[in-house]
């Protein structure tokens, strides 16, 4: 079991702002935003690129709902950034498809 999934689970506990049937969102614990929320799937994939055509659904599912918990947060107005790592040269270090919901001060590009 993923650490994200026992987030889900309520075995590990976590800031969770948002969750329905298919996602959770939940606060990282180690910000590099003034907002940094974490959505994941509640279907443990181990990566973008572990995913196929069958979880289209799941993935639209995951960024619609990272653009609600952005308009429950306040992000909307100045914007916000979603992020997705996929392997260790991305810098993913857990193995559980999740995006970055990163807001809350001006990004710049490219990111450090």
């Known amino acids: 079991m993923t650490l994200f999934e026992k987030i889900a689970a309520r075995q590990i506990p976590a800031d ?36 196929g055509t069958e979880h289209i659904e799941v993935l639209g599912h995951c960024l619609n709902a990272a653009r609600r918990v952005a308009a429950q947060l306040g992000l909307e107005p100045g914007g916000y ?6 392997g260790d040269d991305a810098g993913q270090t857990v193995p559980h498809l999740h995006l970055h919901l990163l807001g809350g001060r001006q990004m710049s590009w490219p990111p450090g």
Not at 21 to 40: N, Y
Not at 81 to 86: D, E, F, K, M, Q
């Open 16 to 51: 969770i702002v948002y969750e329905d049937e298919h996602t959770i969102a939940f606060r990282d614990l180690h910000p590099v935003a003034p907002i940094h929320v974490l959505v994941t799937p509640r279907l443990p994939l181990p990566g973008l690129s572990s995913a």
């Open 81 to 86: 950034r979603v992020v997705i790592n996929n």
